[in-house]
């Protein structure tokens, strides 16, 4: 059964487990009994059947769940060409940020990909950017306390069905043009052929708004980006009770890093002391790829269960202009970071009587970290003064290596009828830069007061282990007497974090077009890790405060009719930490004094935010509109201050025409921030925080899709 994105929210806004949501109810599947064999059934009921055999391998009890499918995606103004961090922002508690990162319930990125139930190792670019809107079927948004089976990353888990299990024949060409001379093609097409089905999915896009503008101005200056995006699914059925697939994907992006005109360069280059700053050609260059092969079956005991195995490369490349860098920064470093992971995933349940579901599972990775920084730097003295003008070369290296495992086993119970329980727990060991693990024991509830409130609440102790790909490992000695000399000599490694998770809501069914709900989440963290761009490279290095709370609140409402549906949702969040544990060499003394004698905001800290939404359909013609708005992130020294409030609307028109001999085509006009509002994401201060990036100004587009 599908519902629009409104009265899906209902899950997720009104708190409601996915697991008690009739668009969600995965009853348990005696594929025994409801399939005789591949010459009895349709292949699609097949499939159809271990698609939903394989989401009840998973839970959700007591956490909080936002859901899209396609059609929610196509009423965005942007509809399929919508990044997939923009789908996300509408999700109550995400906070947008600059470069395309998110920040969920407070959080510091910590999300966690899954696609077709298999977790993706993140990407060292942000891995939001890395993936196209295009293949999914269905995105789940999951927050809160999450149950045992969910690990490692885990302010929230971006849950990817995609496209082309369901045996259907047919595709579609997307063209889009618009401002910042956008240019944007997408292609996709679904088959089968007996046992098997298949989705291909591909787009380019190429336009001169890349990266945010670190400027208020409309146009950016150099700022131009060309990505390439592929997504395939390949499914083969092997009996009525088995079945294998292979995911694949990649990107490629290209990004030119934007410049500020009127400069003050501030040092000298072989007797140079002036340069244009709108003339730099520095660039990034930024490669994923990833592959996953699993084989779903259940026993004739009615074990469910999917084996995978998935490997991931990841890299990032930045290349200075060397010139203009040591002229500006004393600092024109070559630097290439990659990732590579490989490893298992195992997931099974079982169902005893009707009360019990049993779920355990196993997840296994591999990891190799490569960082090359070949720099050029000026010699200095004691106090970062140049004393020579010809530069000196340094190169940095350094490789880590290492693995993680983790294992959980968790009990879903319904005593009651209105009453469902999951109580369970996982175990979790790190080696790579550091050597650590945790138990960590999980509960969530639901509980249906009547047949139109609903009320859940749960506990989880998370354990995070530090991110291998966003590790700075720079080595303070190497640059001591130069004009990269770095602010601290301290340099502890990072640690796993640790933390506390509370979370209750309630949800409420007003009339059966409107819904309303409330969350509460309250979390106590020992080695908070958060993220910082330290230098010109788009590149995020973490570090760790020794404690923090973060708590907070989502209001959320939904109208659902026959042809117009809304949703509003408003959040409500304070993250604050202490006492700096690692990552000291990147920041002041004065700096760290504050910080480590003061509770001080988190850098991504937002107290208000929201997002809104609307759509009406009349006859081939749907209007929609949606918004997102926010108090301001932090800034200043040791984020004392923060930015000014923002609001961001934008709208869209789409009409489909149809025409003899050559079918529906829908063509699309969408106005992006329509309002032309100038609103800085960040200012270039507090902590952690390197540069300054404004919103986009408003865009116009226009797009045209046909399905065959």
Not at 320 to 345: C, K, V
Not at 367 to 386: H, Y
Not at 465 to 473: F, H, K, L, S
Request: aromatic share 10%; with cysteine; glycine share 10%.
């Amino acid at each position: 059964m599908k519902l629009s994105l409104l009265a899906r929210a209902v899950s997720a806004a009104l708190c409601v487990p996915a697991a008690l949501h009739p668009a969600y109810a995965d009853e348990p599947v005696n594929a025994k009994a409801d399939v005789v064999s591949l010459d009895d059934v349709n292949v699609s009921d097949t499939s159809a059947l271990l698609d939903i055999a394989r989401n009840g391998l998973s839970t959700d009890t007591g956490s909080t769940i936002y859901a899209f499918d396609n059609s929610d995606i196509a009423n965005l103004p942007l509809g399929a060409s919508t990044p997939l961090n923009q789908v996300i922002l509408q999700a109550p508690g995400v906070v947008q940020d600059s470069f395309g990162q998110l920040h969920v319930r407070g959080d510091h990125g910590n999300v966690q990909y899954r696609i077709n139930g298999v977790v993706i190792p993140e990407a060292i670019s942000g891995f939001g950017q890395s993936l196209d809107t295009r293949f999914v079927d269905r995105l789940d948004i999951l927050t809160g306390a999450l149950p045992a089976q969910y690990g490692y990353r885990t302010a929230g888990v971006v849950d990817i069905h995609t496209k082309g299990s369901g045996f259907r024949k047919g595709g579609s060409l997307d063209l889009t043009v618009g401002s910042h001379d956008d240019r944007e093609a997408g292609l996709n097409f679904t088959g089968s052929n007996g046992g098997l089905s298949y989705f291909l999915s591909g787009s380019y896009l190429r336009n001169e708004l890349g990266i945010e503008n670190p400027t208020p101005e409309r146009n950016a200056i150099h700022d131009l980006t060309k990505q390439g995006k592929g997504f395939g699914y390949l499914s083969y059925i092997l009996s009525d009770q088995s079945r294998v697939s292979l995911m694949f994907g990649a990107s490629d992006s290209r990004f030119q890093i934007p410049n500020v005109p009127g400069e003050a360069s501030s040092y000298t280059l072989n007797g140079m002391t002036d340069i244009d700053s709108t003339t730099l050609d520095a660039n990034q260059r930024e490669k994923n790829r990833f592959e996953v092969l699993s084989y779903q079956s259940r026993t004739e005991r009615g074990i469910d269960y999917q084996i995978s195995g998935f490997h991931r490369y990841t890299d990032v490349h930045y290349v200075p202009d060397e010139m203009g860098d040591l002229m500006f920064n004393g600092l024109a470093a070559r630097i290439l970071r990659r990732d590579e992971t490989a490893g298992l995933q195992f997931d099974a349940s079982y169902h005893i009587g009707k009360a019990h579901t049993v779920r355990t599972g196993l997840f296994y990775n591999n990891e190799r970290f490569n960082a090359n920084n070949d720099s050029l730097v000026f010699p200095a003295d004691a106090d970062g003064n140049q004393t020579d003008d010809v530069p000196i070369s340094i190169a940095d290296r350094s490789r880590i290596t290492g693995h993680t495992v983790g294992v959980y086993l968790q009990d879903e119970w319904q005593p009651l009828t209105a009453l469902t329980i999951n109580y369970g727990a996982r175990f979790d060991k790190v080696k790579t830069v550091v050597d650590e693990q945790q138990f960590s024991p999980r509960v969530g509830l639901v509980y249906e007061l009547t047949t139109s409130t609903r009320v859940h609440a749960g506990y989880a102790r998370y354990f995070t282990p530090p991110p291998t790909e966003r590790i700075d490992t720079t080595s303070i000695e190497k640059f001591l007497g130069t004009t990269n000399a770095l602010p601290s000599d301290a340099n502890t490694a990072v640690s796993s974090e640790r933390s506390h998770y509370y979370d209750i809501g309630i949800a409420q069914q007003v009339t059966p077009q409107i819904t309303l709900g409330l969350d509460a989440y309250y979390r106590q963290v020992k080695n908070l890790q958060d993220e910082g761009q330290f230098g010109n490279a788009l590149i995020f290095s973490a570090f760790n405060f020794e404690k923090a709370k973060i708590w907070g609140t989502e209001l959320s409402t939904t109208y659902r009719g026959d042809n117009l549906s809304a949703y509003v949702n408003v959040a409500y969040s304070v993250g604050q930490a202490r006492n700096l544990l690692s990552g000291q060499f990147n920041f002041d003394g004065d700096e760290i004094d504050y910080i480590n004698n003061n509770w001080v905001n988190l850098d991504h800290d937002q107290t208000w935010s929201g997002s809104a939404g609307i759509s009406y359909k009349w006859r081939a013609t749907t209007l929609s509109a949606d918004a997102v708005s926010g108090s301001g992130m932090r800034r200043g020294f040791a984020n004392t201050d923060h930015m000014p409030g923002y609001a961001q609307f934008n709208v869209a028109a789409v009409h489909g025409f149809e025409f003899e001999n050559f079918g529906k085509l829908d063509a699309r006009i969408a106005v992006i921030n329509v309002l032309d509002r100038q609103y800085p994401l960040r200012d270039g201060s507090g902590i952690g925080v390197g540069a300054p990036q404004y919103a986009p100004r408003r865009a116009l587009y226009v797009g045209l899709s046909k399905t065959f």
